[in-house]
């Protein structure tokens, strides 16, 4: 399916079937393809094996509420999600924007306030991925390091550095972040999309390694310092 399909594809997860209907009924002459699932499982196991410009989630679902389905939802995915609800609290529409929420709308809405809200977060959604995506690509030169994510090269004054491809993913993570701690978990989370199988302690054995190919003293470190009980970092700046 091409980009400009999966962002007009929409995931509706309300228990309301007649509301449901109403939605689809506007949305689709508009452009979008609308799918519709009554249960929050329901709607998560679409998200999870499925991709969608958006998702449209209810708070009041039946056995797994939205709050719920949301913070499943934002364990695997950054799809713009787009809360209904006909609670008016301030607290309720304050714990879906903390969850992930990308914008919130109670039950009395109208569908041009609806589509209006809708075409916001997928634009939002595609800027920040298009600047992320940018950044991916750029060439990264810190210290006596250059790596070129696109070409997959990295080299140490001017030397080519032959690694593997999590040690190459693990140095460009840390080149990125530069002089910030990043815990196992963060340089996991950063790199298991790339189908490797790796688990978090695991990670030290590869910084092992990435740091013997750098030519780096763990105990005197010139570019990738261990933060105890916190992670790792790479140092930006030469020590004086």
Do not use: W
């Not at 210290?143 to 080299?155: D, E, G, L, Q, Y």
């Not at 815990?183 to 030290?204: K, P, V």
């Amino acid at each position: 399916m091409s980009r400009k399909n999966v962002k007009n594809k929409i995931l509706l997860v309300d228990d309301d079937e007649k509301l449901c209907r109403l939605i689809k009924n506007y949305l689709e002459p508009m452009g979008y393809q609308v799918q519709t699932v009554y249960t929050g499982r329901e709607g998560l196991e679409k998200v999870s094996s499925e991709k969608f410009g958006a998702v449209i989630l209810d708070v009041m679902l039946p056995e797994m509420n939205g709050f719920e389905v949301l913070r499943e939802i934002r364990r695997i995915s950054t799809v713009p999600v787009l809360m209904l609800t006909a609670l008016g609290d301030e607290s309720d529409r304050i714990v879906g924007l903390e969850l992930g929420a990308d914008d919130y709308l109670p039950k009395t809405f109208s569908t041009r306030e609806l589509l209006a809200r809708l075409r916001s977060v997928i634009r939002r959604s595609e800027i920040t991925s298009n600047q992320a995506a940018a950044e991916e690509d750029e060439e990264i030169c810190l210290k006596t390091i250059t790596v070129n994510p696109p070409m997959r090269k990295a080299s140490l004054d001017g030397e080519t550095l032959h690694l593997t491809p999590i040690e190459f993913d693990l140095l460009c993570s840390l080149m990125r972040s530069a002089d910030r701690i990043l815990s196992r978990d963060q340089l996991l989370d950063e790199i298991m999309g790339r189908n490797y199988e790796i688990f978090d302690r695991s990670i030290d054995v590869h910084i092992s390694s990435l740091r013997r190919k750098l030519g780096d003293d763990p105990k005197n470190p010139t570019f990738i310092r261990t933060v105890r009980s916190a992670g790792y970092m790479f140092v930006d700046k030469f020590e004086e």
